[in-house]
Nanobody, 124 residues
Framework: QVQLVESGGGLVQAGGSLRLSCAAS????????MGWFRQAPGKEREFVAG????????EYVDSVRGRFTISRDNAKNTVYLQMNSLKPEDTAVYYC?????????????????WGQGTQVTVSS
């Protein structure tokens, strides 16, 4: 059974940093796209960042580009999201996701596996 387990969320002041981790089990995702989405209260779940399985290319939503960095360790079957210069508007539940495909897309339907989410709260 495939599982994605996120960790690293929490409460941080504006301007601070957090590092999210997502450990996958049940299959290897080294050749597959992985990513992070987030969902704030009352809003749709949105794409935050993705990393391809073939080239390691990364993509980001405009609102986090330059502040967040996605990376992966295929030996550990783990993907990370380093979040710097956090803002109150980054407050959301962050979800790890993995696709059967190698390339990144920003649509939810592209991804087949989801974690249960980790809460990130940024205070002003």
């Amino acid at each position: 059974q495939v599982q994605l387990v996120e960790s690293g969320g929490g409460l941080v002041q504006a301007g601070g940093s957090l590092r999210l981790s997502c450990a996958a089990s049940g299959r290897t995702f080294s050749g597959h796209a992985m990513g992070w989405f987030r969902q704030a209260p009352g809003k749709e779940r949105e794409f935050v960042a993705g990393i391809s399985g073939s080239t390691g290319n990364t993509e980001y939503v405009d609102s986090v580009r330059g502040r967040f960095t996605i990376s992966r360790d295929n030996a550990k079957n783990t993907v990370y999201l380093q979040m710097n210069s956090l803002k109150p508007e980054d407050t959301a539940v962050y979800y790890c996701t993995a696709s059967q495909f190698a390339f990144v897309r920003e649509t939810r339907s592209w991804y087949d596996y989801w974690g249960q989410g980790t809460q990130v709260t940024v205070s002003s």
